[in-house]
């Protein structure tokens, strides 16, 4: 597999809730199905699904929304109204929640292992992603 999409389901602390690695061609939309249709967990308690501007479209939200319940809230500049007459964003704009995510990946990164796809098997790369959220969770209760 040349390239890699990580897509990951994390909770409002960042941590790791559901993973799943696919090649790099697959759209953001049809990667979150992917991952949602396969959750592990007990998701009754969930009520609001944040999503990056990628997964906009394809009655994604409504999809969700009849599958789950959850409202699913896009997170973007262009929704937010920080764009200028060119339609491009004005300077640096810190998009609310999206950060969670972004930190989760920063966490991840810092792994030796998960720095760069060394993997060349998806299932390794979803099981060392385990192994380092894993890691960092037995880091903080100590």
């Known amino acids: 597999m ?12 960042g941590l790791l809730l559901q993973v799943q690695v696919q090649p790099a061609n697959v759209q953001e939309r049809t990667g979150a199905r992917w991952l949602l249709e ?3 967990f007990p998701a ?10 990628g997964y906009w479209g394809d009655n994604f939200p409504q999809w969700v929304q009849e599958r789950w319940g959850w ?11 920080v764009v200028n007459r060119k339609g491009q964003p004005k300077g640096y704009v810190p998009l609310p929640r999206r950060w969670v995510v972004e930190r989760t990946f920063a966490w991840l990164g810092r792994w030796r292992r998960l720095s760069k796809d060394y993997e060349q098997n998806p299932c390794s790369s979803v099981a060392w992603i385990y192994v380092a959220m894993i890691g960092l969770m037995i880091k903080r209760l100590a």
């Open 2 to 13: 040349k390239g890699r999409k990580r897509h990951i389901l994390v909770d409002s602390n």
């Open 38 to 40: 396969q959750l592990h």
């Open 44 to 53: 009754q308690r969930m009520q609001c699904l944040w999503a990056d501007a």
């Open 71 to 81: 409202q699913v809230q896009i997170v973007s500049k262009v929704a937010d109204g």
